[in-house]
């Protein structure tokens, strides 16, 4: 069982664990290469992770213990950051971060809307961009369901991140989400196969 919530703060006990939900959601049939970040006991801090996306999620609200981190080339290049918190003499899955880049450029930011309790949360930005994003009405749906803000069975809570941005000449996806449990609370997905689905919706719509 593999449900996020470990009873375990040893980087060498943590890191395979969330190898294997990483795994698991590619549905790679070998080990994927990963860096644990912090398992030394010392203290997280932005510059350690995704910068544009800790910022924001962070500020003294999730005791990080460590995270993971994979740099995964396969469907296509993704980083992904995986936030260990604190939780008694253990841990359990927090933030997830990722990013990706595109070839495709954009003149100005867009950001997904906060989630709303009737409709689908929309880009706002840049309006060129926001258009193009926003007329794809797959991608708003999956894009706002990907972009937890409340896993419960962690209970864990965080402000929406999801932002596409110019960068060099082409744009970089920057997102965070939160674990998501299946098979009634026993298992966890990161949803990294779905982060990268997006991803190619949003270059094909740009």
Known sequence: ?????YSSQ????????????????????TPVPFEVIGGDGKTMN????LADTAKYIFGGKEAVLMTVAFDIEQPRPISLQVCLNRQGVGAHIGSVL??????????????????????????VGDSTAAA??????????????????????????????????PEDGAATITAASLARSYAMGLKVSLDVQEFIEIVGLIEASL
């Open 1 to 5: 069982m593999n449900n996020g919530a």
């Open 46 to 49: 932005a510059g350690t992770m």
């Open 98 to 123: 990722y990013k990706a880049k595109i070839a495709k450029p954009i003149t100005g930011e867009v950001t997904l809307e906060d989630p709303k309790m009737l409709g689908t949360s929309k880009f």
């Open 132 to 165: 193009k994003l926003n007329a794809n009405k797959d991608l708003l749906k999956r894009a706002g369901k990907f972009a937890r803000t409340e896993s419960p069975n962690l209970k864990v809570k965080a402000p929406r991140f999801f932002q596409v941005k």
């Open 10 to 29: 040893d980087a060498a006990v943590l890191g395979p664990k969330i190898e294997e939900v990483v795994r698991a959601d590619l549905g790679a049939s």
